[in-house]
């Protein structure tokens, strides 16, 4: 994800990819906006996430760990 995405501020190696959060339309176009779809997504401090879900549109999460 963050292959040969390096600067100054963000070395090689600086990033770490937690939690994945993914998710799978019914049709190429979306049947959400994808601000609708990260509306929804909340991130605590001590990096647990939780989402509540629309219809039809339930991410997977992926431990990235």
Known sequence: MFENDASFARPDGGM??????WWKHTCAA???S????HHP???????TGFTE?????VP???DGR
Request: zero cysteines; aromatic letters at 8%; proline letters at 0%.
């Open 16 to 21: 770490e990819v937690l939690k994945v959060y």
């Open 60 to 62: 997977e999460v992926i």
């Open 34 to 37: 994808s601000a609708k779809a």
């Open 53 to 57: 879900n629309l219809e039809g549109l």
């Open 41 to 47: 997504l909340h991130i605590e401090e001590n990096d």
């Open 30 to 32: 979306g049947q959400y």
